[in-house]
Nanobody
Framework: VQLVESGGGLVQPGGSLRLSCTASGFTFSSATMSWYRQAPGKERDMVASIDSAGGATHVEDSVKGRFTISRDNAKNTVYLQMNSLKPEDTAVYYC?????????????WGQGTLVTVSS
């Protein structure tokens, strides 16, 4: 069971990045997927989530209108499109899979990808 994020990097304010998170080892199409971020010295906070079919999404107010979450179940991948980036978006971004296995709720996290917004 593994999640691998990619797409992070250095971008100027106002720029865009698309993060990807590819899953393996479990039935991706059954999992709710989320993106979180953790800035230096701060707690890890959720940014966006998407249901297993991709029909329902939630985006936190702090990034609403700038970030979009989507998924491609055929590719076992969830995306986070980030536009109009600001320095305060600088953080390590993590994806998380949440799935029901029997009566248990299981979570798995990726290793994170660093996004730095700076001129």
């Amino acid at each position: 069971v593994q999640l691998v994020e990619s797409g992070g990097g250095l971008v100027q304010p106002g720029g865009s990045l698309r993060l990807s998170c590819t899953a393996s080892g479990f039935t991706f199409s059954s999992a709710t997927m989320s993106w979180y971020r953790q800035a230096p010295g701060k707690e890890r906070d959720m940014v966006a989530s998407i249901d297993s079919a991709g029909g329902a999404t939630h985006v936190e107010d702090s990034v609403k209108g700038r970030f979009t979450i989507s998924r491609d179940n055929a590719k076992n991948t969830v995306y986070l499109q980030m536009n109009s980036l600001k320095p305060e978006d600088t953080a390590v971004y993590y994806c998380k899979a949440t799935r029901l296995v029997g009566f248990r709720t299981l979570e798995v996290w990726g290793q994170g990808t660093l996004v730095t917004v700076s001129s």
